[in-house]
């Protein structure tokens, strides 16, 4: 699977929400990255 194309600014800021390594963020498939940006969107929305 290619790496996702997203600029290097997001991928740290993504790893730093998410508490996960860059390496595992820039792998990760695009289906499961979104899933994980919209659980970080609820727990936002529910504080």
Do not use: F, G
Not at 13 to 38: D, F, R
Request: cysteine-free.
């Amino acid at each position: 699977m290619p790496p996702l194309r997203i600029s290097a600014e997001t991928a740290v800021t993504l790893a730093k929400s998410l508490n996960m390594p860059i390496e595992q963020i820039m792998h990760m498939p695009q289906h499961v990255l979104m899933q994980k940006l919209a659980e970080l969107e609820n727990k936002k929305e529910d504080k």
